[in-house]
């Protein structure tokens, strides 16, 4: 982060998670800057279902994806009960990794399967699907839901390295009253150990780390199954990044074909969170 003595902080948007407003900026900020931003708190407290005002002041990142957060206004707390696509999730934003502005992406692939497994010439009948990285399960959560409502039957399997997100994740399946979804600790580096069979679909959504997990996700997938992957890239390679993905691939022993591949956030300037889709030939 940089240092910007003497200009203005603008606000321009916050996060919501459950009642916490979330304020991130791109730089550190001096005593007049945070006083203003404390002030700008304040009054982002007088919405409706708003209790806790905090600053992100340390980007996600560590072995267990957490960040820090400096309290604003509000009720001193970092733990909140947040609602979305119809599930409701326990989450503690200073233990675990959890983002709202992936509400969007979680429905999109929850729906994106069930419309693979109801067509007529589906492969997937009695679906297994994998969710790695799954945090308090919101991906799993949402996915459960919408074959819930469709009336599908698949089993889904989690696993996450962060013991308290582990906690957390169990206390959400019960809470919304699933019995398809077994959730474990583990880390994804050893997931032929943790998982001795393979699955239909694979949610990858991977942290930003330099390790890219393509040998583990697909050493678990079907011939013919389906990866719904992330990663990051900036502007410059995003046209070459399919056919990187693929290389990777074949680097790592598999052939894949690239279904798709969208943008799912940006990061900061011209560089892009996305979610590539992909099918193991």
Request: charged fraction near 25%; charge should be positive.
């Amino acid at each position: 982060m940089s240092m910007v003595d003497n200009e203005k902080i603008n606000v321009r948007g916050f996060e919501t998670v459950g009642d916490i407003a979330i304020i991130s900026l791109p730089i550190q900020l001096n005593a007049r800057q945070l006083k203003q931003i404390k002030s700008k708190a304040r009054e982002i407290l007088k919405h409706k279902h708003i209790n806790t005002v905090l600053l992100k002041c340390q980007k996600v990142g560590g072995k267990i994806r957490t960040a820090s957060y400096m309290w604003l206004a509000g009720q001193r707390k970092t733990q909140t009960v947040h609602k979305e696509n119809g599930c409701i999730m326990h989450v503690d934003l200073a233990k675990v990794y959890f983002s709202a502005r992936l509400s969007s992406e979680r429905l999109f692939i929850a729906q994106d399967i069930v419309k693979h497994i109801k067509s007529k010439k589906s492969k997937y009948r009695k679906a297994s699907i994998a969710v790695l990285f799954c945090g308090i399960a919101p991906y799993a959560l949402v996915l459960a839901r919408q074959l819930k409502l469709n009336k599908i039957n698949a089993t889904i399997e989690c696993v996450d390295i962060n013991a308290y997100a582990i906690k957390l994740a169990k206390i959400n399946v019960k809470l919304n009253g699933f019995n398809n979804i077994n959730v474990v600790r583990g880390d994804v580096k050893n997931i032929t150990r943790l998982f001795r069979k393979k699955f239909d679909f694979v949610l990858a959504l991977r942290p930003q780390t330099d390790y890219d997990f393509i040998k583990e996700v697909l050493s678990i997938t079907k011939k013919h199954g389906i990866v719904y992957y992330r990663d990051f890239v900036n502007a410059v390679e995003l046209g070459k990044l399919k056919q990187q993905i693929v290389e990777k691939a074949k680097t790592c022993g598999f052939n894949v074909k690239v279904l798709s591949i969208r943008k799912a956030g940006q990061i900061k300037p011209r560089f892009w969170r996305v979610l590539v889709k992909m099918v193991k030939l």
